[in-house]
């Protein structure tokens, strides 16, 4: 048996490599903080069992998130001497696109351990972007085996599981000396910039225009008010058609249910009770709430898989920095619009325990799909109530958006109350050290 384990940074491909390797199903996302805890699977190789955990991402050793915590204390306790061989091979998983970053960690895993087998994941999407990495040069750089590797494409599995199992068994230390490493980022960033070259494409312009509109100074919160009004008129509209149908559907149900209940000779009352009541308030909620949650879940699915949300958490940081929050909570309110639980839970990939404190206590101001039916109604009453009109679709998608922005308004507000007083501290350390970032123009 090899013991292995699949390190790296967040949001790198790693639970996909997981996948591919073991033939697991571990969920995988587009977004930071996934995977908290491990996950252990096997594969068999050459007549070799490997056995090999996925930890969750890491951007350092030095823990400032509970997923670093994890990833950090796994790996100080199982790589020991060579004597003990309580972990046989570490896998490093990289992003091909985003090396001088990724090698970071790697420099670290390799002042420990010199076990280890980096992985270049990404490689065609590197390869979109005009990026190129010479794995060659870089294998002799770090001193271990550096194999390319497309996960998604299954490209590269074979032989990262040959360097598994030969790290695994080999005997003896690979790996160049820790004290080549006292000054680890400038370290990452000179092997970068010897073996990765980059000669971006018409793909990659494009893309990095489109950065330039959705996280521009001027157009990236009118572009998201838009989407967010978009959302809510194609949510609105397409949910009174199903509502409807819905309605016209569970109209001829009820009349055959009721008809059934008195064939099996059951009192008027228990009947009355059954088909009037229950059902009949049961169909009514499947009509009201169930189009809304079918239309405005798919929408909210097709941002996050085009990677809008993250650019949208990048958009707000600033703003959440200033009332004492953290940038990562606008990803926590985006979760709270489907179900305010989801929200709670998907705080866990906040850093700093503070900020994590605050948006668990103000993810409730937003309105869940479940009180979207009630906005909806409360703003059309008090439409008609001021005009005498009924709303119209645009008009109620129009003040949604508006009551969203107030309820955004009310948690930012609170934020900064809560950080203030109850809740006053610092940023997280890791948030601090992290360098301020531009977006490179196009050309």
């Not at 940023?427 to 050309?443: D, N």
């Amino acid at each position: 048996m090899i013991r292995a384990v699949l390190a790296g940074n967040p949001n790198v491909g790693k639970s996909t490599v997981f996948n591919a390797l073991t033939g697991l199903r571990q969920h995988t996302g587009n977004w930071p903080g996934k995977t908290v805890e491990t996950k252990t699977g096997t594969f068999r190789h050459n007549g070799h069992t490997v056995e090999i955990t996925d930890l969750p991402g890491a951007y350092s050793l030095r823990p400032h998130s509970p997923e670093e915590a994890v990833a950090g204390d796994f790996l100080r306790e199982n790589c020991t001497c060579e004597e003990c061989g309580r972990l046989d091979c570490v896998v490093i998983v990289c992003d091909a696109a985003a090396l001088s970053r990724n090698l970071i960690l790697v420099l670290q895993i390799l002042e420990m351990t010199p076990r280890c087998v980096v992985c270049v994941n990404l490689m065609d999407e590197a390869k979109k972007r005009g990026i190129a990495v010479d794995t060659d040069a870089l294998s002799r750089l770090l001193g271990c085996p550096v194999i390319p590797c497309a996960a998604r494409r299954k490209e590269g599995l074979s032989a990262l599981q040959d360097a598994i199992v030969q790290t695994g068994t080999e005997t003896g230390n690979t790996g160049m000396p820790a004290s080549a490493y006292d000054d680890i980022p400038a370290r990452a960033q000179a092997i970068a910039e010897e073996t990765v070259h980059t000669c971006p494409d018409t793909a990659y312009r494009r893309d990095m225009l489109f950065d330039r509109i959705f996280l521009g100074k001027w157009t990236a919160y009118p572009i998201m008010a838009l989407l967010v009004l978009g959302i809510f008129w194609l949510t609105i509209h397409g949910a009174g058609y199903l509502s409807a149908g819905l309605e016209w559907c569970f109209d001829r149900i009820l009349p055959l249910c009721r008809d059934l209940l008195l064939i099996c000779r059951l009192p008027e009352a228990v009947v009355s009770f059954l088909a009037d009541g229950v059902l009949g308030t049961l169909t009514q909620v499947i009509a009201v709430m169930l189009p809304p949650m079918a239309i405005f879940f798919p929408l909210f699915t097709l941002l996050e898989d085009l990677g809008y949300l993250p650019r949208t958490a990048f958009c707000l940081d600033r703003l959440f920095c200033r009332c004492g929050a953290c940038g990562k909570q606008a990803l926590t309110m985006l979760m709270g619009l489907g179900c305010n639980a989801a929200g709670v839970t998907g705080c866990r990939i906040i850093d700093s325990p503070r900020e994590r404190k605050l948006a668990i206590l103000t993810n409730c101001l937003i309105p869940c799909n479940g009180r979207l039916p009630m906005v909806l109604f409360l703003t059309g009453t008090l439409t008609v109530l001021a005009t005498g009109y009924e709303a119209s679709g645009g008009l109620q998608a129009v003040l949604l958006t508006g009551t969203l922005f107030l309820c955004t308004t009310v948690t930012l507000a609170l934020c900064h109350i809560l950080s203030s007083t109850l809740l006053r501290g610092t940023p997280s350390a890791f948030a601090l050290e992290l360098p301020s970032y531009r977006i490179p123009r196009v050309g």
